[in-house]
T-cell receptor
Framework: GNSVTQMEGPVTLSEEAFLTINCTYT??????LFWYVQYPGEGLQLLLK?????DKGSNKGFEATYRKETTSFHLEKGSVQVSDSAVYFC???????????FGKGTLLTVNP | DVKVTQSSRYLVKRTGEKVFLECVQD?????MFWYRQDPGLGLRLIYF???????EKGDIPEGYSVSREKKERFSLILESASTNQTSMYLC????????????FGPGTRLTVL
């Protein structure tokens, strides 16, 4: 079936450190891929997306590249800030005209 | 901007009460969804609707029902609330087909005592 596996947290970094959160997926066909972010006490917001292989999504200094050969969509940021502290969810649209399949989320804490 | 609103940010109810959670979206989306979010379990889909009066069960529908009488409004109903339904409830909406990008509301944190 369709699934998303993302690295378990929590992840704790110092400000200006490099961030990678790994995400791999299994899907039939070629799904769209998403990263959502959830700040404390809020709902999910779309951070970035990619709709086909080799697409790179980017937003607010975050990037992720759709890698079909490794079925991955890893999230990266070169220099994190305290304000990036949040839960990050990887998701895919494979196998459905309606639904998204989410990973379990990764809590990121950035310390000053 | 797409806006998805939920009727309450925080709600406290007692065991056995009937609970209504309301969600409204203003972008004419056909699809609407209800999730619950629990630590360590991520988001789990309870129900979704792809049109007015149409609904389908998600992964964890037991103990819940839904209502969609108007396109912009999707209600989640807990017929008889139980303590294990204490959770964060998130509503989302999307256009059909395409990339399936979903837009989320701010969430309702429900506590059942």
């Amino acid at each position: 079936g369709n699934s998303v596996t993302q690295m378990e947290g929590p992840v704790t970094l110092s400000e200006e450190a490099f961030l990678t959160i790994n995400c791999t997926y299994t899907a039939t066909g070629y799904p769209s891929l998403f990263w959502y972010v959830q700040y404390p006490g809020e709902g999910l917001q779309l951070l970035l997306k990619a709709t086909k292989a080799d697409d790179k999504g980017s937003n607010k200094g975050f990037e992720a590249t759709y890698r079909k050969e490794t079925t991955s969509f890893h999230l990266e940021k070169g220099s994190v800030q305290v304000s990036d502290s949040a839960v990050y969810f990887c998701a895919q649209s494979g196998g459905s005209n309606y639904k998204l399949t989410f990973g379990k989320g990764t809590l990121l804490t950035v310390n000053p | 901007d797409v806006k998805v609103t939920q009727s309450s940010r925080y709600l406290v109810k007692r065991t056995g009460e009937k609970v209504f959670l309301e969600c409204v979206q203003d972008m004419d989306h056909e699809n609407m969804f209800w999730y619950r979010q629990d630590p360590g379990l991520g988001l789990r889909l309870i129900y979704f609707s792809y049109d007015v009066k149409m609904k389908e069960k998600g992964d964890i529908p037991e103990g819940y029902s839904v209502s969609r009488e108007k396109k912009e409004r999707f209600s989640l109903i807990l017929e008889s609330a139980s303590t294990n339904q204490t959770s964060m409830y998130l509503c989302a909406s999307s256009f059909p087909g395409g990339v399936n990008e979903q837009f989320f509301g701010p969430g309702t944190r429900l506590t059942v005592l």
